[in-house]
Each structure stands twice: as structure tokens, then as C-alpha cells.
């Protein structure tokens, strides 16, 4: 493929304009809270879709948009996905978990019980695509595959919260059984499973402090 570049003029912003944008963004993006108590009201499946191609705009490696997503809103393979992910919690909290990791999930509260993946309407599986499979069936290789994949995921996850639903960010380990139940290829990596929806009515958050600009960023 050769290189054959097409004009890009996207609209001029003012900087005042731009700031009024962000601080607004701002104000949006501090509401943001992970979920994992939801209410099993309905997600269109149009919102999903439209999240999705939002996501399938982030930026990645090479071009080759490494992503594929698995929306799943049938009950039986959530229920099948629960049994998994639960079996496999109970392993990681009851056996694996060094003492310093549970220390640092006690101020979440979580625990190996998952009613979330079968309460929330819609669970998204993210896919890492770690090469490619060209027609006559060889490897092309990906480039910065999990720098790709999580910056879709953010983009995801920012749209579905400014879409007013909510979502976790989980990651049950080891989740490779989500390949089979998605019936994905070898060359796919379940990287995060996302429950999506509304939050209960009665849903409560970790009371939790986001770092002051001071502690993320500095100017030199
Ligand atoms: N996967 C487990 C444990 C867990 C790990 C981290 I790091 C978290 O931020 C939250 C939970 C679970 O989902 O309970």
C-alpha cells in the first residue's frame, strides 16, 4: 500500500471556545464512576453499536485497529459467562491473591460474586487481535496492540458514560474461556470484559478521591 494522503480541515476552534469545551468535558468526564451494582432495565442495542463505532475510531498502531468487540445480551451466555468468571474469582480470592493485592481491593469491596454479569443487559467482550490473517492465510503482524486496544477502550467507556450508562471495567484472570464462549480465533485475546447499563436505583460507589492535577501532570 502506497502512501496517498487526503485534505483534512476540521473546523478551527477558538482557544476560548476550546477551553469552554473542556472545562464543560471536564464536568462530564468527573462524573464518570465504575459500576458493579446495575439495574436490569434495557440498552438499546442501537446505543451499543453506536459506542462501538466511537471506540473503532481510537487511533492505532500501524492502522490496523487490533480490536474486535462481542456484545452479548442473550441470558444464557451471560449466565455461562457468570459461572466462568465466578469460578474463576473464587480461585483468584480465596488462593491466588497475595495478602498486599486483597489490602488493596478492600476499599472497593469487591468479592468473588458477579450478579452483575447476568443483572446488566449487555456485556461487552474487548478482543486484542495480535496478528492478522491475510487472504492466502498468513501472519500480518500488529503493531502496539495493547496501547490500541486500551486507548478504544477509553474511548468506549467515555461514551458509553456520556450516553448515561454505565459500565466496569473487568478483567476476571485467566479469561482466555471467553474466546470459546464468543467462538473468537486463536489470534484473539480477551482483553477486558465490560458490563454495560443503568445503575440500580439503590447503587453505591466506593467513596474515592481522583488525584489533584498537581499529582498527575507538571510543567516544564
Ligand atoms: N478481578 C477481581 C479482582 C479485582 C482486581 C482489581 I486490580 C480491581 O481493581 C478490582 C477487582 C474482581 O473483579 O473482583
Known amino acids: 500500500m502506497v502512501y496517498k494522503p487526503v485534505p483534512y480541515r476540521p473546523p478551527r476552534v477558538s482557544p476560548t471556545e476550546g477551553l469552554r469545551r473542556l472545562r464543560e468535558d471536564y464536568e462530564t468526564a468527573q462524573q464518570r464512576r465504575t459500576v458493579r451494582t446495575f439495574s436490569p432495565d434495557p440498552v438499546p442495542r442501537e ?24 456484545a452479548i445480551g442473550d441470558a444464557d451466555t451471560k449466565a455461562q459467562i457468570k459461572r466462568e468468571v465466578e469460578q474463576a474469582e473464587r480461585d483468584f480470592y480465596e488462593r491466588r491473591a497475595p495478602k498486599e493485592w486483597l489490602e488493596a481491593l478492600a476499599p472497593l469491596g469487591t468479592d468473588s ?13 474487548v478482543f486484542r487481535r495480535d496478528y492478522d490473517l ?23 467507556l467515555q461514551a458509553l458514560h456520556r450516553a448515561g450508562l454505565v459500565a466496569l471495567t473487568h478483567t476476571p484472570a485467566p479469561m482466555t474461556f471467553l474466546r470459546d464462549i464468543c467462538e473468537r480465533p486463536v489470534n484473539e485475546k480477551p482483553f477486558v470484559l465490560i458490563p454495560v447499563g443503568y445503575p440500580a436505583e439503590d447503587c453505591v460507589v466506593p467513596d474515592l478521591a481522583r488525584k489533584p492535577l498537581s499529582e498527575i501532570a507538571e510543567f516544564r
Open 47 to 70: 446505543m451499543i453499536e453506536t459506542a462501538l463505532l466511537i471506540a473503532g475510531t481510537a487511533p492505532s498502531g500501524a492502522h490496523r485497529q487490533p480490536w474486535h468487540f462481542v
Open 134 to 156: 491475510s487472504e492466502d492465510g498468513k501472519r500480518l503482524k500488529n503493531y502496539y496492540m495493547t496501547e490500541s486496544v486500551g486507548i478504544a477502550v477509553g474511548f468506549l
Open 113 to 125: 460474586r458477579k450478579d452483575y454479569l447476568t443483572v446488566a443487559p449487555w456485556l461487552i467482550v
